[in-house]
Each structure stands twice: as structure tokens, then as C-alpha cells.
């Protein structure tokens, strides 16, 4: 019997028509910034030509409002009538406003079904900036303020061999991290960042022409290397930027939610601000501090040896003495090296004045100033007996870099350049005067002591001795040379004292090296006036490895690189910072 009932049943069961359910509403949509404005989409399934109503509200109450129109009236809750095509299905469009940060779920109800979507709303409160070891950037010392970063590759990535790639070292040298803090700490939620060339903080017309506004730096643009992504699981959007290359190129990364803010968002002065003047506020986006590019030079220091054959060793040959002067020729000239010296033809008229005719011994021994020298006949003062006619006399110009008595400076050192003005790794202007063009120096390239001439060759270049050459013209490692030189070419060495032409420093044509000339220095410069100074004379030419004459001209205002060494100071004005900063490398 009961075998029999179960057979009936099942048959039963079959002869029931399957019913095909109706397919489940849907919800969709994004994330939302705090005070901007989405488009949700209501997917619903109902019968041709019938019209429901549904319920669409938020729970909790009060992070989103809702609307129809993307500019009308937002409340809490909205009530759409939903009319169904010959499909059977709609797609209906509404919006929806943050308004406070933190989870809420958006729910529409219809009279037979339900979807339901999480919406996360948020702001960016923070954006910071670190390097690539997370270590925060050093606070910009100079005008604008902001942070700096040192774009420069660690000597220990360079060699003397080759310069560096284009990419790579010099990449990760110029590359900041950027990390935007959310208010809920949302993991997964969508950040847009942007980089904005913003206002350089100068006044002066001639290195920022342009005013206030931005887009006024001089190297590679920034570049986000991420400019969208989503919050990881700490709740921190990130990116990564490369910086601008130049020195004093600045830049300021914004950070939003909201993708559409770039569009309205322009730079004025050292801000980021609305199209229409407005700030940019909290709710919409941060903008990060300042970043400034520094640059630093790498510096490779040489000076020559010891002097020696500065002294003329003689022996008189006739002498003539009238009215308290004396006139002396002289014969078998060597200079201290023992190299013969022809009076007449290797000295120039006047070489000798100022200087010292020395008897070592016998009759007429002791000192006499010279007057003056003329086709190997000395004129001194005071009277010289004529018994002193073979005696072996000793011959110097003025030359006295070593201090003391005139001596030809025999055995002392050639000092090496006083780069006092230039300190090492100061970015303050009063200490490096090159820090004006957000340049930090550093002396870390070795250096020593190279052959000494006791004039140096008019093409300089000759006598260096650049272990770092490689890197000459390289705009990925920026390094210099300098070198402490005796004094230059004859008849530029200020011997006579009446020479129209006297250098105290030089750079090359070739922008290689720059020389200074410690004698002339010392005979010419005045040591507390401006350039003028051994310092002054040193920056100055450093400073034009990084353009030619022209381009480091001083518009006649008396700056470090006037070239007039008793107008100049140790300020760089407009055109100079403007050739400085623009330049690829020194």
C-alpha cells in the first residue's frame, strides 16, 4: 500500500509546470569623495508596461545624500517609479553626494525584489613626502619654504670611467614617495594624484618672468609614475614622482579621490586653487607641501706642487752706480732649477720691479729694491761698489704668496683654493654662494698635487690632471674641478706692476675646469672686498663651468660674476641664477 501511494505521488509531482523566477535587482556604482557627486545605476527586472515603485535610502543615515539630477535638490532618500520596457528591463540613473567619511549601505526596495550596494565614502587628509628609504624629506631653507630633496646619485654608484646611464641611478636619485593618509582608512578605495609646476618663489623678472603664475621650471617635468590606483591594506594611497631636474624646480602633488577634480584645478603663485579663485578645500583633495630640487656638485680639488725656479742666480758683470741708483748687468743667469736664463729675451721689461737684487757675500753684500729691468740690465737702489763686479748675486720679483721677505717664494706651497665661500654641503647662500641656485657642494672627489710651472700654460687645460673627467658634461652626476695654480701666462701675471692685463682666475672654453692663480691674487685682490677676494675669485669662476660669459653676465649690478673684480659682491643676480639653474650640468 504504501509502495503503491508513493508511485502516485511522484507521477503527481511531474505533471507540476517548473515557474522561471524573476532575475535579481542590482546596484552598482563607485566609491565616493566627501562633497562630490556619482552616478548609481538601479538594474530592474518587471513586466512590459508596468510601472513600480522603488525605494532607494542609506543606512546609516547621513554619509550620502541622494538625488535625480546631479545638480538638484539632495535628501536622504528618494522614491522612483520604474517603468518596464518590452524586455522587461530598465536601467535608471541617480546620484549620490558624500557627506561624511565612513561605510553606509544603499539599499533600493521594490515591491518584489531588493538590491543593495556598500558605498565607502572618504577624503584624503594627508599627504607626505619621503624618499625612497621612507625617510621625510629636510625642510627647503630657502624662499617658499616647503621640503628639499637633493636629487643627486651616491658617489658610490658613480666611477671615474664613464658617465651614467640616462636612466636608472639618476631616476631613483630625482624619485619621492608620496603617501595619502584617508580619513576612514578605506582599503581598496580609488586615489588620483597630480603633480603641479607651481610659481618659482622669486621676484626677479629675469629669472621668473611670468609672475605669479606656474610652469615656470627649467628641467624635465615631473612625473607621477602612478597617477591612479587604490588604497592598500593600511589604507594609504601611494605613488611614486619623479622630480623636476633642475635646480629650484618646484612642485606641489595633489591628492583626491575624486578624478574629476583635476579639471577644475589650476596654479597660482606657490598654490593650488579652484579655476575660479576658490582654495582648494579639505573635502576636495591636499595638496602636499612644496618639493624643491636641489642639486649637488661634486668637486675635485688639485694645487700644484712647491714653487721653484722663481730665483735668477748670477754674476755681475759691470756695474754703474749715479745718484743713489744703481745699474748692474749680469752674466751666466740659471734660475733655481739650474736652467740657463737668457735675461734679454725670457724676461719681459719691468718683470723684476719691486723685487730684490741680493750680494750674498764680499764687497756691496745686502739687499737692493729693484727699480726696474731692460733687456737684461737691472736698475737698483742704492750704490753698488764697483768691486762688486763677479760677485754672485741673487735676482726675485714682488712674488710673495708665502709672506716674509722676498725670496721668490722658493720651496713655499701653492695653496689650494680657498673655496670658503663654497662650503661644503651648506645650503646656506652666506656660507655657499651657489646654494642662491640650490646647489649644495661637496669636495669628495679627491684631489692632490700636480707639477708646478711657474707660469701656467695659456690653455690651461694642459696642465690638469681631472681624474673625474668622465663626467664632465655629465647631467646625471654634475662634478667640477678646480685648481690652485701659481700664476698665469707671462704677461698676464701682473710682472710688471704696469701690465694693462692681470687674471686672477680662469675657466676653460670648454667649461672643463676652472683655474685660479694665487700670486696675482695675492698682488692684485683686495682680500675683504667682494669677488675681489681670494673666495670671491674662486666662486666666480666656479660658477662659470655652468654657462658661457654672456649667459653669467651681471646686467652691470655689481653681482659675483661682474667683471669688473672691484664692483663685484658675492650675489647672483637674475641672469646669472637663470644660466645656473638652466644648465644641464657645469
Avoid at 624629506?137 to 670611467?161: E, H, Y
Avoid at 723685487?355 to 737684461?376: C, D, E, F, K, Q
Wanted: hydrophobic fraction near 40%.
Amino acid at each position: 500500500m504504501m509502495r503503491r501511494l508513493l508511485a502516485v505521488a511522484v507521477v503527481a509531482a511531474a505533471l507540476v509546470p517548473v515557474a522561471h523566477a524573476t532575475p535579481a535587482a542590482a546596484l552598482t556604482g563607485d566609491p565616493l569623495c566627501i562633497d562630490t557627486v556619482r552616478s548609481y545605476t538601479l538594474q530592474a527586472f518587471g513586466s512590459p508596461g508596468q510601472t513600480e515603485q522603488w525605494l532607494i535610502d542609506t543606512d546609516p543615515l547621513g554619509l550620502v545624500s541622494l538625488s535625480t539630477s546631479p545638480t538638484g535638490t539632495y535628501t536622504d532618500s528618494l522614491l522612483l517609479n520604474v517603468t518596464y520596457p518590452s524586455s522587461g528591463t530598465t536601467l535608471v540613473t541617480f546620484f549620490g553626494k558624500g557627506v561624511v567619511s565612513g561605510t553606509t549601505t544603499l539599499t533600493a526596495d521594490g515591491p518584489f525584489s531588493q538590491a543593495s550596494l556598500a558605498i565607502d565614502v572618504d577624503r584624503v587628509t594627508a599627504v607626505d613626502i619621503a624618499d625612497l628609504d621612507d625617510i621625510g624629506l629636510a625642510a627647503n631653507p630657502a624662499a617658499g619654504g616647503g621640503v628639499m630633496k637633493i636629487t643627486d646619485v651616491d658617489l658610490a654608484d658613480a666611477s671615474q670611467g664613464a658617465p651614467l646611464p640616462a636612466t636608472g641611478a639618476f631616476d631613483d636619485a630625482r624619485t619621492v614617495k608620496i603617501k595619502a593618509t584617508f580619513e576612514n582608512g578605506t582599503t581598496g578605495y580609488p586615489v588620483y594624484f597630480k603633480a603641479f609646476d607651481v610659481d618659482d618663489p622669486s621676484t626677479d623678472a629675469t629669472l621668473d618672468p611670468n609672475g605669479t603664475d606656474g610652469n615656470d621650471n627649467f628641467g624635465t617635468p615631473a612625473q607621477v609614475v602612478t597617477p591612479s590606483t587604490v588604497t592598500d591594506a593600511d589604507g594609504f594611497g601611494r605613488t611614486n614622482v619623479k622630480l623636476p631636474t633642475q635646480p629650484g624646480d618646484n612642485i606641489k602633488v595633489v591628492a583626491t579621490c575624486d578624478p574629476f577634480l583635476f579639471n577644475d584645478l589650476v596654479v597660482d603663485g606657490a598654490d593650488v586653487v579652484h579655476t575660479d579663485g576658490t582654495p582648494l578645500e579639505s573635502d576636495d583633495g591636499i595638496a602636499s607641501d612644496m618639493v624643491t630640487t636641489w642639486r649637488r656638485l661634486h668637486v675635485e680639488v688639485d694645487h700644484m706642487a712647491p714653487v721653484e725656479g722663481n730665483q735668477i742666480i748670477a754674476t755681475i758683470a759691470s756695474v754703474s752706480s749715479r745718484r743713489g741708483v744703481s745699474k748692474v748687468s749680469l752674466t751666466g743667469a740659471i734660475d733655481s732649477t739650474n736652467a740657463p736664463v737668457n735675461l734679454a729675451t725670457q724676461t719681459d721689461a719691468g718683470e723684476f720691479e719691486n723685487g730684490l737684487l741680493t750680494i750674498s757675500s764680499g764687497v756691496g753684500a745686502g739687499s737692493y729694491p729693484v727699480i726696474g729691468n731692460r733687456r737684461g740690465t737691472i736698475s737698483v737702489t742704492g750704490s753698488i761698489p764697483a768691486g762688486a763686479v763677479g760677485a754672485q748675486v741673487r735676482l726675485v720679483d714682488d712674488d710673495n704668496v708665502g709672506g716674509g721677505s722676498l725670496d721668490g717664494d722658493e720651496g713655499d706651497p701653492v695653496p689650494a683654493p680657498d673655496t670658503s665661500l663654497l662650503a661644503a654641503g651648506s645650503t646656506s647662500p652666506s656660507a655657499n654662494v651657489l646654494a642662491q641656485a640650490y646647489i649644495v657642494v661637496n669636495y669628495d672627489l679627491g684631489g692632490g698635487e700636480i707639477p708646478f710651472p711657474l707660469n701656467s700654460p695659456s690653455d690651461a687645460t694642459t696642465a690638469y690632471q681631472y681624474d673625474w673627467i668622465a663626467h664632465d658634461n655629465d647631467p646625471n652626476f654634475w662634478t667640477a674641478y678646480l685648481l690652485g695654480a701659481y700664476q698665469p701666462a707671462r704677461g698676464d701675471d701682473g710682472d710688471p706692476d704696469s701690465d694693462r692685463r692681470v687674471v686672477l682666475g680662469i675657466t676653460d672654453l670648454a667649461n672643463t675646469g676652472s683655474v685660479t692663480f694665487a700670486e696675482t691674487i695675492r698682488d692684485r685682490a683686495d682680500p675683504v672686498f667682494g669677488i675681489c677676494s681670494a673666495a670671491g675669485i674662486v666662486a666666480h669662476e666656479l660658477a662659470h663651468l655652468f654657462g658661457d660669459t654672456a649667459d653669467l653676465r651681471d646686467d652691470g649690478n655689481g653681482g659675483l660674476m661682474s667683471t669688473s673684480c672691484g664692483a663685484g659682491t658675492t650675489t647672483l643676480v637674475g641672469t646669472s641664477l637663470r644660466s645656473i639653474r638652466s644648465a644641464l650640468h657645469p
